[in-house]
C-alpha cells in the first residue's frame, strides 16, 4: 500500500479557488495511478478526477469538468487538485486515492490505499 496524506483543504466563498496536495509515500517504486474522490455529508464517496500514471491523461467527474484539475509531479510523488470556480456544492471531505489501476470507474472498496481527508467548505 501506498500511505497519502492530503492538504490545503480549508473554508472558502463561493467563487474563490484552492488547491489540493496529496503526497503519496512508501511503495512508490511501482507505477501506481492517483485521483480525488469526495464525500458530502449524508452522501457516498463520489469520484472527483483521475490522472494517468504520467499525468498526460485526466478524467473529471462532470460536475467539475472545467473548473477543477489534476496534476502530478511524479519526482515529489504528490498529486494535485487545482479548484477554480467553487460552488457550495463542492463541499466536501476530499480524499486522496492510489492503486495499480485507474482510478476511473472503480468500486471505492476496490481501491487500495487513501488518505485521511480534508475538508473543503465553500459558503455562498
Known amino acids: 500500500q501506498v500511505h497519502l496524506v492530503e492538504s490545503g483543504g480549508g473554508l472558502v466563498q463561493a467563487g474563490d479557488s484552492l488547491r489540493l496536495s496529496c503526497a503519496a509515500s512508501?511503495?512508490?517504486?511501482?507505477?501506481?495511478?492517483m485521483g480525488w474522490f469526495r464525500q458530502a455529508p449524508g452522501k457516498e464517496r463520489t469520484f472527483v478526477a483521475a490522472s494517468g500514471w504520467s499525468g498526460d491523461r485526466r478524467y473529471y467527474a462532470d460536475s467539475v469538468n472545467g473548473r477543477f484539475t489534476i496534476s502530478r509531479d511524479n519526482a515529489k510523488n504528490t498529486v494535485y487538485l487545482q479548484m477554480n470556480s467553487l460552488k457550495p456544492e463542492d463541499t466536501a471531505v476530499y480524499y486522496c486515492?492510489?492503486?495499480?489501476?485507474?482510478?476511473?470507474?472503480?468500486?471505492?472498496?476496490?481501491?487500495?490505499?487513501w488518505g485521511q481527508g480534508t475538508q473543503v467548505t465553500v459558503s455562498s
Open positions: 486515492a492510489a492503486d495499480q489501476k485507474l482510478l476511473l470507474h472503480r468500486a471505492i472498496s476496490s481501491i487500495g490505499s
Open positions: 512508501g511503495h512508490t517504486g511501482s507505477p501506481y495511478y
